[in-house]
């Protein structure tokens, strides 16, 4: 009854920019660590950015410095903003968010269904 929606998605031109929203909805008691995950064809899935609840981040060398990841608690939301794009980050992004579902229950990890960013000319 938890589930993860992805949106911002889609074509780009090298050098520009894309905004990725997550929102985790359902039935959510708290929500600790959030991050961003991307697969490329035929490559595996690889950490993108994570952000944990107290604000701190960290970002994979391809993206750091053109990448920032950020959550805004009230709406159970996590951000990736994607500046100077570059072909090379073209994949299937998906959020991931560790959440408690209730207060008695273990934290759970649970992915988004990934949005197809596209850098190209």
């Known amino acids: 009854q938890v589930q993860l929606e992805e949106s911002g998605g889609g074509l780009v031109q090298p050098g520009g920019s894309l905004r990725l929203a997550c929102t985790a909805s359902g039935s959510i008691f708290s929500i600790n660590d959030m991050g961003w995950y991307r697969q490329a064809p035929g490559k595996q899935r690889e950490l993108v950015a994570t952000?944990?609840?107290?604000?701190?981040?960290n970002y994979a060398d391809s993206v750091k410095g053109r990448f920032t990841i950020s959550r805004d608690d009230a709406k159970n939301t996590v951000f990736l903003q994607m500046n100077s794009l570059k072909p090379e980050d073209t994949a299937v992004y998906y959020c991931?968010?560790?959440?408690?579902?209730?207060?008695?229950?273990?934290?759970?990890?649970?992915w988004g269904q990934g949005t197809l960013v596209t850098v190209s000319s």
């Open positions: 952000i944990t609840s107290g604000g701190s981040t």
């Open positions: 991931n968010v560790h959440m408690r579902v209730h207060p008695y229950r273990r934290f759970l990890e649970v």
